[in-house]
């Protein structure tokens, strides 16, 4: 049933990790990947800005698929966010903590921005 593809989670909070492959598996997508098969989309969280350019780099080098960013050390609000995605490269910052509603419409907007 993996109707909408594989997304990689890259998460060290195990019950957040747990928590977001519950939502993004009850909306279609697989989050353990089967042999040969590519994320569309990578989910990274990162401990803080300082950290977020290694973090990053280290995803880029692994996957070609865009890079939704999630953290605590972000400040809400579209403006900031935008702002700090356009910084940091990658498609998008969803600071924590966020519903499950925020998180799926953050993977669908990233995933129809890169069709």
Do not use: C, N, Q
Not at 9 to 24: C, F, T, V
Not at 29 to 52: F, K
Not at 107 to 114: G, N, P, R, S
């Amino acid at each position: 049933m993996d109707r909408k593809g594989f997304i990689a989670i890259h998460e060290d909070d195990d019950l957040i990790r747990e928590l977001l492959e519950r939502w993004l598996g009850e909306a279609g997508y697989s989050v353990h990947p089967t042999a040969g098969e590519s994320p569309r989309l990578v989910i990274a969280d990162v401990p803080s800005p300082r950290a977020a350019p290694s973090r990053i780099e280290a995803m880029r080098a692994v996957y070609a698929a865009p890079i939704l960013v999630l953290s605590g050390r972000f400040r809400r609000g579209l403006a900031a966010s935008a702002e700090a995605a356009r910084r940091l490269g990658v498609k998008r910052v969803l600071p924590k903590p966020f519903s499950r509603e925020e998180l799926l419409s953050a993977v669908d907007e990233v995933l129809k921005a890169t069709r």
